[in-house]
Nanobody, 127 residues
Framework: QAELEESGGGSVQAGGSLRLSCTSS??????????LAWFRQSPGTEREGVAG???????YYSDSAKGRFTLSLDQATNTVYLEMNNLKPDDTGMYYC???????????????????WGQGTQVTVSS
C-alpha cells in the first residue's frame, strides 16, 4: 500500500480546471512537516516536477505551472491540493504526490530524493 494517495484527476478540455488532492495513509506522516512535491509523467518521459512545498514555507513551481497552478495545504485534514487552471494538452499525464521527511531534497524537483509516493492520478487534457 502506497504511503500517499492522490485523487481528483480526470479528463477535461483545454482551458478547464482540476483540483488534485494528496493525503497520507500513515498517521505519523504530517504533510505540513515534510518536503512534498507533485510530479507528472507522460508515456516515454521521466517524471518532472510540477510544484513543491517545504514545511509550508517555501513553494516552488515549474515554469510551465507558474501562474496556472496553485499548491496549498490543509493541516486539519492533512491534505495537499494542487489547483490546476487553464489546463493545456501538454499538462496531460499521470500526476504523483511524493514526500520525504528526513532530508531536504537537493532540488525540489529531483524525484530520486523523495521516499514516499502515491500511485498517481491520471489527468487528460484534450484540445
Amino acid at each position: 500500500q502506497a504511503e500517499l494517495e492522490e485523487s481528483g484527476g480526470g479528463s477535461v478540455q483545454a482551458g478547464g480546471s482540476l483540483r488534485l488532492s494528496c493525503t497520507s495513509s500513515l498517521s505519523s506522516l504530517k504533510l505540513s512537516t515534510v518536503y512534498l512535491a507533485w510530479f507528472r509523467q507522460s508515456p516515454g518521459t521521466e517524471r518532472e516536477g510540477v510544484a513543491g512545498v517545504f514545511h509550508e514555507v517555501d513553494i516552488y513551481y515549474s515554469d510551465s505551472a507558474k501562474g496556472r497552478f496553485t499548491l496549498s495545504l490543509d493541516q486539519a485534514t492533512n491534505t495537499v491540493y494542487l489547483e490546476m487552471n487553464n489546463l493545456k494538452p501538454d499538462d496531460t499525464g499521470m500526476y504523483y504526490c511524493a514526500a520525504v521527511a528526513w532530508r531536504r531534497p537537493r532540488r525540489w524537483s529531483l524525484s530520486s530524493d523523495y521516499t514516499y509516493w502515491g500511485q498517481g492520478t491520471q489527468v487528460t487534457v484534450s484540445s
